[in-house]
């Protein structure tokens, strides 16, 4: 009950604090996302086929 009455007495705080604890989440998930999708673009340029496209010298 007590936490309760200080929740409702502070909204502000309570507010900017969910507020942080959102962003933080939605930050660490964005970066977890570029993360996943940098390795996958890696990958696919790294791929047999299109290493030796990278690799060759081009034709003169």
């Known amino acids: ?29 964005l970066l977890a996302s570029l993360g996943s999708g940098l390795v996958s673009t890696g990958e696919q340029d790294m791929s047999p086929r299109t290493a030796a496209k990278h690799l060759t010298p081009p034709l003169q």
């Not at 502070?10 to 939605?26: E, F, G, S, W, Y």
């Open 1 to 29: 009950m007590l936490a309760l009455k200080n929740l409702i007495k502070n909204r502000v705080r309570t507010t900017l604090n969910i507020a942080a604890v959102t962003i933080a989440v939605l930050s660490v998930i």
